[in-house]
């Protein structure tokens, strides 16, 4: 139990959750979302359309559907605007609420892709930090295996300089 790097796809992890970074709507988009969603099935959608969507920072579960993780926990991350908007706040609450409802669901094993850094342009190394502190954070009075999942080389770099530290 604890923190790990994984570099590589988040669909093709084999874990009890993985994380998806959706966007207000919960009914797809690019980026990981999109890589998700065409993976899982469109039985996914079809699930995601009864939730009503997701504000920024809370966090809705799923099934999984075709993936091999039984669960996706979809949260919303905010779109950087400069720092100054409540931002690291709000990306904070994605990590913390998506391992409360983890842990409500039984879930030992989870999986985060880098949440708002892609499409939403979140700043990485600052991202990454906030997702290892809040990581560590929960980690003190709960048990869980977490996996911050790389998908370049840049990601994987930033978050195990981090997670040794
Ligand atoms: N596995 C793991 N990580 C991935 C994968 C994958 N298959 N694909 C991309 N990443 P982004 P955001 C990484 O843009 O910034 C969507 O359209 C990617 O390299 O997916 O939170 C939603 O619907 C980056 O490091 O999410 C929203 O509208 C990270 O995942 C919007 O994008 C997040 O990049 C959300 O933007």
């Known amino acids: 139990m604890g923190i790990g790097v994984i570099r590589g796809d988040i669909t093709k992890l ?15 988009g690019g980026g990981v979302d999109g890589a998700i ?21 809370e966090a809705k579960i799923t099934n999984g559907y075709r ?4 669960y996706v926990i979809h949260t919303v991350g905010p779109v950087w605007h400069g720092g100054e ?11 913390r609420n998506s391992l409360c409802l983890a842990q409500k669901n039984g879930i030992k094993t989870i999986a985060f892709p880098a949440i708002s850094t892609g499409v939403y342009g979140y700043p990485k190394e600052q991202a990454a930090v ?18 911050l999942t790389a ?7 930033l978050y195990q300089k981090l997670i040794t530290q």
Request: net charge negative; with cysteine.
């Open 14 to 28: 084999e874990v009890d959750a993985i994380v998806n970074a959706a966007n207000e709507t919960l009914l797809g």
């Open 37 to 57: 969603h065409k993976a899982a099935g469109k039985d996914l959608l079809a699930e995601c359309k009864t939730l009503g969507g997701c504000k920024t920072g």
């Open 67 to 70: 993936l091999p993780a039984k």
């Open 85 to 95: 908007q409540g931002e690291p706040a709000l990306l904070a609450e994605c990590y």
């Open 130 to 147: 906030i997702a290892v502190n809040t990581i560590r954070d929960f980690l003190k009075d709960h048990n869980m295996e977490i996996i």
């Open 151 to 157: 998908f370049g080389d840049v990601d994987e770099k």
